[in-house]
Nanobody, 128 residues
Framework: QLRLVESGGGSVQVGGSLTLSCSAP????????IGWFRQAPGKEREGVSC????????TYKYSVQGRFITSRDNLKNTVFLQMNNLKPEDTGTYYC?????????????????????WGQGAQVTVSS
């Protein structure tokens, strides 16, 4: 069973940056699209970004466009979410997820139920 592991979470002040990583020890990710989701306390989980299996296409939630960048290094079997100019509303638990589907640049974010595998989450806290 594919198991995803997120790392890189932490606390940062408004305007700061963090980079999350998603890996799958013992498995390869190059056949999967990888999405990032987040969930704030008391709120529903929401999609943040998605990158195609070879990294040629990405799509983002509107509120993070221009601030977040997702990328992947399939040789290192790792997917990244670089988060810049962080805001308090970016606070939450961030999850990466793997799914077997195609995406194109700017396509609507895939829904959570389209993903087959999930990580345990990494906490991101942005304080003012």
């Amino acid at each position: 069973q594919l198991r995803l592991v997120e790392s890189g979470g932490g606390s940062v002040q408004v305007g700061g940056s963090l980079t999350l990583s998603c890996s799958a020890p013992g498995f390869t990710l190059d056949q999967y699209a990888i999405g990032w989701f987040r969930q704030a306390p008391g709120k529903e989980r929401e999609g943040v970004s998605c990158i195609s299996n070879i990294g040629s296409s990405t799509t983002y939630k509107y509120s993070v466009q221009g601030r977040f960048i997702t990328s992947r290094d399939n040789l290192k079997n790792t997917v990244f979410l670089q988060m810049n100019n962080l805001k308090p509303e970016d606070t939450g638990t961030y999850y990466c997820a793997a799914g077997s589907f195609l995406i194109g640049n700017g396509w609507p974010l895939p829904k959570a139920q389209e993903y087959s595998f999930w990580g345990q989450g990494a906490q991101v806290t942005v304080s003012s």
